[in-house]
Nanobody
Framework: QVQLEESGGGLVQAGDSLRLSCAIS????????MGWFRQAPGKEREIVAA????????YYADSVKGQFTIARNNAKNMVYLQMNSLKPEDTAVYYC?????????????????WGQGTQVTVSS
């Protein structure tokens, strides 16, 4: 089993930055890809970014390219999502997810483990 715990969400104004953190514990050797997803009210959960745990390869949704950055610290078993120039449409619950699949899967189903989510609210 892999346990994930997000932190760093909050209420910010448009244009502000936030850094989300995800602490990974348990069977971390089984983790190949880490992803950040988000779900806005009334919308489906969508991928934001993903990173390969070993190769540093990354994937970003078109909507956040150049705005968000995913990073990981293997020694601390942490994954981060740096979010800059936040907009009201970035308001959502953000989830950290872990997958044993390679190839930076951009959909939910390959991700076996999920955190509880952290709320990000961006006011205009």
């Amino acid at each position: 089993q892999v346990q994930l715990e997000e932190s760093g969400g909050g209420l910010v104004q448009a244009g502000d930055s936030l850094r989300l953190s995800c602490a990974i514990s348990g069977r971390t050797l089984s983790v190949v890809t880490m992803g950040w997803f988000r779900q806005a009210p009334g919308k489906e959960r969508e991928i934001v970014a993903a990173i390969n745990w070993q190769t540093y390869s990354t994937y970003y949704a078109d909507s956040v390219k150049g705005q968000f950055t995913i990073a990981r610290n293997n020694a601390k078993n942490m994954v981060y999502l740096q979010m800059n120039s936040l907009k009201p449409e970035d308001t959502a619950v953000y989830y950290c997810a872990a997958s044993s699949r390679v190839g930076l899967p951009p959909t939910q189903s390959p991700y076996n483990y999920w955190g509880q989510g952290t709320q990000v609210t961006v006011s205009s």
